[in-house]
């Protein structure tokens, strides 16, 4: 089993839509989560941590699911700016950010 | 946030030649993150460089193809050894963020012919 697994998409969708991506991890002893966003050609960027109690920030809304291992990214009212691959980061071990595993990614791509 | 300036941005480069990829740090790191992007594939860590000790590398990393410097807080170099088509990939560099997760350089982006 991979450590971290997304559903590579692609994830073609009108503007406005609301789409979510999942992730599952494999190590039940992963301390920290993250959704980074990378553009074509460009490196990754931390788009939000993702905390137990679930977390928003604007548009987009991150949960875990520590018992079943699970990440997911909600992306409300999609904008043609959204489209980027977005990639489920998790921390194995804990401690140093070294330890980060990242999955492949997720494609999205809105349309007009 | 870590600003990080990362040269060169890409390069092609031909077979058993060698190149140095350069990441300059506008802030004072204790490590400082050395990560490969194969096409099509994840973020894979090369070796973490922290300053005054030899870095460490991962498995399926090895110094002699790898090596790399950190001579103080604020830069590092990666060195691609004895390059083949296999090493084209992005290389990217990378520092610890104050919120977790990682600040990345902009990549070097390698095609070796």
């Known amino acids: 089993r991979k450590e971290v697994e997304q559903d590579p998409g692609p994830f073609n969708v009108p503007e406005g839509a609301t789409v979510a991506f999942n992730c599952t991890y494999s190590?039940?002893?992963?301390?920290?989560f993250f959704w980074y966003r990378q553009d074509c050609r460009k490196e990754p960027k931390l788009l939000m941590s993702?905390?137990?109690s679930g977390n928003e920030d604007g548009r987009f809304t991150a949960q875990l699911n520590r018992a079943s291992q699970y990440i997911s990214l909600l992306i409300r009212d999609s904008k043609l700016s959204d489209s980027a691959t977005y990639l489920c980061?998790?921390?194995?071990?804990?401690?140093?950010?070294?330890?980060?595993?990242f999955g492949k990614g997720t494609k999205l791509s809105v349309k007009p | 946030s870590a600003v990080i300036s990362q040269k060169p941005s890409r390069d092609i480069c031909q077979r058993g030649t060698s190149l140095t990829i350069q990441c300059q740090v506008d802030?004072?790191?204790?490590?400082m993150f050395w990560y490969r992007q194969q096409p099509g594939q994840s973020l894979t860590l090369i070796a973490t460089?922290?300053?005054?000790?030899?870095?460490?590398?991962e498995s399926g990393f090895v110094i002699d193809k790898f090596p790399i410097s950190r001579p103080n807080l604020t830069f590092s170099t990666l060195t691609v050894s004895n390059m083949s088509p296999e090493d084209s990939s992005i290389y990217l560099c990378?520092?610890?963020?104050?919120?977790?997760?990682?600040?990345f350089g902009s990549g070097t982006q390698l095609s070796v012919l």
């Open positions: 990378s520092v610890e963020g104050g919120v977790g997760g990682l600040f």
């Open positions: 190590n039940s002893a992963s301390q920290s």
């Open positions: 993702v905390y137990s």
């Open positions: 980061v998790v921390n194995s071990l804990g401690g140093s950010q070294g330890n980060l595993i």
């Open positions: 802030s004072q790191v204790t490590m």
């Open positions: 460089a922290n300053q005054g000790s030899e870095a460490t590398y």
